[in-house]
């Protein structure tokens, strides 16, 4: 064993042993050293993941996972830093991740529409379509408080994030189908989501569609053109910031989902089961109706499985910025930061499976193995 292997199986093993930890401290009651070992065994466990192959795609996950558990454990340090609300740092965030995408981005991206019509059309119908029809009856079956269930249609209203494209790449899929989807749903945000909105939501609480749009547009909208039009200058003098963008979009949307979780801790401990649950089922049936409704269209398995994490997968960080607009951060927020949250997990799980599970088709022009092209995307 090399000694970069003795380093990470070690630091696994000290994962291990500060989880034992935890358990003993709760079990003795002594809940706040339980609180200070959280954090030590995140950090142990994200250094030794990156010693194996088959758990770095999780890495991300974990860094999720850690988020929401130092957020509802230490929700005093997360909500205010140095004398500053942190939720005014969300929207900030998200133009952030847009920008880098924008960078990332150009006129080739709107042309998978030419090449591939029948997946972009299927796949725009199914993202506007499903995930709405879900969150509104979920929202009514479950019985949610007005803010909580507006928060669940406003997830189900919002376009795909770059995340499915990143679950795409690890789930050897149609990175090129999934990245033209990725940039339609987002560019017909500004004008789908707050017309749902109005739909359906608004029999919860009041909506001004127009200003939803103009807040969308702020946020998604401009730092996509910005950061295309910096592309298109800078495009072979800012290689640096393709290679440092996915890290920074990770990191911004981790901050994201801690910030939110923090805020909306009293009313997570009060529903967090019930809205797990809804994000569970929420999640699974879009991945579900989305695969089965691309068969129905005689799409073959890639592209069927691209759509499906097209579908599954919402664009939290967008939700959480409208929120945040709307002063709602810890209400309207808060079911897109468990969605986001579970999204993340469940798709890792995903396309771990659909990596290795055959398709017996002749489709392997979706595929690639090479990294290349995932530079091409924000996480």
Not at 212 to 235: C, D, Q, T, Y
Request: neutral net charge.
């Amino acid at each position: 064993m090399n000694k970069k292997q003795t380093i990470f199986s070690s630091s696994l093993a000290l994962a291990g042993i500060s989880l034992i930890g935890i358990v003993v401290l709760l079990l003795m009651g002594y809940q706040e050293g339980a609180s200070l070992l959280v954090l030590s065994f995140f950090a142990f466990l994200l250094i030794g993941m990156q010693g194996y192959d088959r758990f770095k795609g999780f890495s991300f996950t974990v860094w999720v996972i850690a988020a929401v558990g130092v957020s509802m454990t230490f929700p005093s340090y997360i909500t205010e830093v140095a004398g500053y609300k942190t939720d005014s740092f969300i929207v900030p965030l998200i133009q952030l991740i847009m920008f880098g995408m924008g960078t990332t981005m150009g006129i080739k991206d709107f042309q998978g529409v030419l090449k591939m019509p029948r997946g972009v059309i299927v796949g725009l119908v199914s993202q506007f379509t499903i995930m709405p029809i879900l969150a509104i009856s979920l929202a009514i079956l479950m019985d949610f408080p007005p803010e909580i269930a507006a928060g669940i249609v406003l997830i189900g209203s919002s376009p795909s994030g770059v995340s499915s494209n990143i679950i795409t790449f690890l789930a050897k899929g149609n990175l090129a189908l999934s990245i033209t989807l990725t940039a339609f749903t987002t560019i017909l945000a500004p004008f789908l989501t707050p017309l749902l909105m109005k739909l359906l939501a608004g029999q919860f609480i009041p909506i001004d569609s127009y200003q939803m749009m103009v807040s969308i547009i702020k946020m998604i909208f401009v730092p996509i053109i910005a950061g295309m039009v910096f592309n298109k200058i800078f495009k072979d003098r800012a290689v640096w910031l393709n290679i440092a963008m996915p890290y920074i979009a990770m990191a911004a949307n981790v901050v994201i989902i801690a910030v939110i979780v923090a805020a909306g801790r009293d009313s997570l401990l009060e529903i967090g089961l019930l809205l797990l649950l809804a994000a569970i089922i929420h999640n699974a049936s879009g991945y579900v109706l989305g695969y089965w409704g691309c068969r129905l269209f005689k799409m073959n398995k890639v592209d069927s499985r691209t759509i499906a994490i097209e579908v599954g997968m919402q664009n939290g960080g967008m939700a959480a910025g409208i929120a945040s607009e709307l002063g709602k951060a810890a209400t309207l927020g808060l079911f897109p930061a468990i969605f986001g949250t579970w999204m993340d997990i469940s798709g890792s799980f995903l396309a771990n499976w659909w990596r290795t599970a055959p398709t017996g088709e002749n489709d392997s022009a979706g595929l690639t193995d090479d990294p290349q092209p995932l530079k091409e995307i924000e996480k």
